[in-house]
């Protein structure tokens, strides 16, 4: 959820031709990859569960890939001339989707 709120607003922020600008079809592809697993794991059922624990392991570290792509290609475009700068938000989705990514690969430890 997280994901999609800092995806549209850094869309609302960052102009069409900056390369760190959010796409709508990765994001809501992580955004529905991790509400899908976290379903998946809630089930309870042995087999959902390890399938819902890989494709979250699997989803975050795309998710992780895509939001440090993004934090090196954002532009400061002088949208705020001040403290934390347009890198902020899509380096902090990276290190957001770094602790999804260690959830759901202890979650497996744990399952496997």
Known sequence: MVLGGEAA???SELSETNKGRPEIIPVAAGAASAMGATLLVNTGVGPLVTIGLIAGFIGSGAMMYYCAIRTADTVDEDIAPDWPGPKAWPATMTLISF???NV???G???EL
């Open 108 to 110: 497996l430890r744990a």
């Open 9 to 11: 607003y850094m869309r």
């Open 99 to 101: 602790f999804a990514l």
């Open 104 to 106: 759901f690969l202890q």
